[in-house]
């Protein structure tokens, strides 16, 4: 028999519980919303206001339909409103111990037939289905923040829940408009066990002091298109149900280091900066709840007392190489109004380099991006010479020759020889330690990494990597041309991966080793990703396009600098990469792209 839900009542309206209110109500199901004390259902209630009347202005609901929506919630103190509903999700704090609590006293107070719901993110739904009498009828329902919003739910079916349940809430979700993967119990099911990992990570970068809040959110948003950094992120979920996570996480999920809290995290919350719900985390907001970031009043956490330095003026860049880097670096420099000097190592190469440049110039004023006089005024600043010694008078070199660090540290060496003093010599390495670069160089304060990404004149992000030798001045200098370049140039220290790699990487092996440990399948997990966390592709989606080979190295890069064991590659990956199953490129990877 199945059963359609038609009053559902919610436990704790907090972060989650106000929000999957608003999804319920929205569907015209009635609600019995629920809190433990009067100011807190106030709040929750407030919360409800605040979002239907936002949706109102932005005019995505009708005024009408505002007032149907919240004259079908019931608000109430305490548990025993709870008697005649069909069906309860519980979104009280992430403890084990009030959980197991809330859920007895649940099954006594609500009707033999009641499905009772968790919406925990890291606990074991079995754990907390056996302070009942009815196992079977307790399940996990795990909506992403914020509920309205998010279009994933995960449904979390333990051993004993029984199959018409599942399928009943299944069915429910649909009604509710979301994308349901059904999985079992596991710490952090799909979502939150490759997203913790990733946050923590993160917010271990600030602790370090490695780079800053907005630098580590603005690399993450434009290096990866996500819709927020993972500093935003911890704020959004708040510092607290964080640490509960994490700490979760680390003990049911085999005390993988990376999901041990970094010692900030409860530093943060016994400091009450929860995030946006206390008013401050990383970033400090107008006020409590509010999504609206404020200057900070107080030195905010993991903030440098950097040196003021002033930046050097660059009027004339030579980049050097002739490769798909080189050609974009020497676009965008030339549009920005540089005077650019190409060096390559031949007449032939610098003739297919100069065709390139004007080919994707071209594309621009096809596309009505550029006028025909601007290409022509970018292509005039260009000088094509097939000898460094034409360095002698730029004020900026850029190297994009190839990934290999003798033939680097070669050219550094000789453009020590060749420049004048006070030069920027920038290297655009994605993995060689910049460092190594520098030191075969008399002058390693004017060193330093800016790594752009492909395709540079698309791409708006550029990490500024400077290493224990660059000085103030020289990062301040990189900083002022990312910025002339129309550029978001975010500043990082020397370690591998800078910031995007060294925080995508290890996601993306950690999905591989989740299929490869047959927890979900590739589509169930691309989908919880898009779906839950709003990453534009999929992590299987985004190995294929980016290349299994150059994953896998990436990957060996920072487990060999880190040794960290949670990064060791995915054993599935480095088969796939033996098997010539290298993605797209090879017509098959996670999927076969030969069929269609
Ligand atoms: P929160 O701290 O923001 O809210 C918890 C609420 O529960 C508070 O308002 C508190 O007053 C109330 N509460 C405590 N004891 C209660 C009781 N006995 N009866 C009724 N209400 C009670 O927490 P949150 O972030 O909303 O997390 C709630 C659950 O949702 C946790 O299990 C968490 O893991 C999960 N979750 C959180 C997120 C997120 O991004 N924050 C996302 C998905 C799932």
């Known amino acids: 028999m199945t059963r359609e839900f038609a009053s559902v009542g919610v436990v704790g309206l907090g972060t989650m519980g106000a929000g999957i209110v608003e999804v319920f109500a929205r569907n015209g199901i009635d609600v019995v919303a629920v809190e433990v004390t009067e100011a807190a259902l106030e709040r929750g209630r407030a919360t409800l206001i605040g979002s239907t009347d936002r949706a109102v202005a932005k005019g995505k609901l009708a005024a009408a339909d505002r007032d149907a929506l919240l004259a079908r919630v019931d608000w109430q103190v305490g548990l025993a ?9 519980e979104a009280i704090p992430e403890q084990l111990d009030l959980k197991q609590r809330i859920f007895a006293e649940l099954d006594r107070v609500c009707k033999p037939e009641t499905v009772l719901a968790t919406n925990t993110s890291s606990l074991s739904v079995t754990e907390i289905s056996v302070a009942t009498t009815r196992p079977n009828q307790v399940i996990g329902i795990h909506f992403f923040n914020p509920a309205p919003v998010m279009k994933l739910v995960e449904i979390v079916r333990t051993v004993v829940t ?16 979301k994308v349901d993967v059904t999985i079992s119990d ?40 996500l819709p927020m950094g993972p500093l935003a992120l911890m704020d959004l979920i708040g510092l607290d149900t964080a640490y509960e996570i994490l700490d979760t996480m680390y003990r049911r999920g085999g005390r993988d280091r990376r999901h041990a809290p970094v010692p900030l995290i409860k530093q943060m919350v016994t400091a009450g900066l929860l995030g946006r719900k206390s008013g401050r985390g990383f970033y400090t907001y107008e006020r409590p709840g509010s999504p609206v970031v404020v200057p900070d009043d107080q030195t905010p956490v993991g903030a440098e007392s950097t040196l003021e330095a002033g930046a050097r003026g660059i009027a004339k860049v030579g980049v050097v190489g002739s490769g798909t880097m080189a050609t974009g ?21 610098s003739g297919k380099l100069f065709e390139a440049v004007k080919t994707s110039l071209n594309k621009g004023v096809v596309r009505g991006k550029l006028g025909e006089a601007d290409r022509d005024a970018a292509l005039g600043r260009v000088t094509w010479s097939a000898t460094l010694e034409h360095l002698a008078d730029v004020d900026l070199v850029v190297e994009a020759v190839i990934e290999e660090l003798s033939v680097k540290k070669a050219l550094f060496a000789s453009l020590d020889e060749i420049c004048k003093p006070g030069v920027v010599l920038a290297t655009t390495t994605s993995s060689l330690p910049v460092i190594d670069v520098a030191m075969a160089t008399q002058r390693p304060a004017d060193v ?3 790594h752009f990404f492909n395709p540079a004149p698309v791409m708006s992000l550029v990490e500024i990597v400077r290493t224990i030798r660059t000085s103030a001045e020289t990062t301040a200098t990189a900083k002022a041309v990312c910025g002339e370049l129309g550029k978001t140039g975010v500043v990082c220290g020397d370690r591998s991966g800078f910031i995007v790699n060294a925080l995508l990487f290890p996601y993306l092996n950690d999905a591989v080793k989740m299929l490869e440990a047959s927890y979900s399948t590739a589509d169930d997990i691309d989908h919880a990703m898009k779906l839950g966390c709003g990453y534009p592709m999929g992590p299987f989606e985004l190995l294929d ?22 990064f060791s590659p995915a054993p ?10 290298l993605g797209r490129k090879t017509g098959r990877g996670f999927r076969d792209h030969t069929r269609r």
């Open 572 to 581: 599935l990956l480095e088969h796939l990469v033996t098997a010539g199953y």
């Open 81 to 89: 409103a709870l008697h005649a509903v069909d069906l309860v999700i």
């Open 329 to 349: 670096i020497i676009e965008v420099f030339a549009k920005a109004g540089y005077e650019v000097v190409s060096v390559t190592r031949g007449a032939e190469k």
């Open 186 to 225: 596991r710490a952090g099911f799909i979502a939150n066990a490759l997203l913790f990992g990733y946050l923590n990570h993160a917010v271990s970068l600030v602790e370090a002091r490695y780079a800053s809040r907005e630098d580590i959110d603005a690399a993450m948003k434009l290096g990866c298109g």
């Open 448 to 450: 330093v990494g800016l």
């Open 545 to 566: 396009v980016v290349g299994l080979d150059v994953s896998l190295a990436i990957q060996r890069e920072l487990y060999l600098e880190l040794r960290e064991p949670g």
């Open 162 to 177: 029984s199959a018409e349940v599942v399928a009943d809430v299944e069915r429910l979700c649909a009604r509710l408009g």
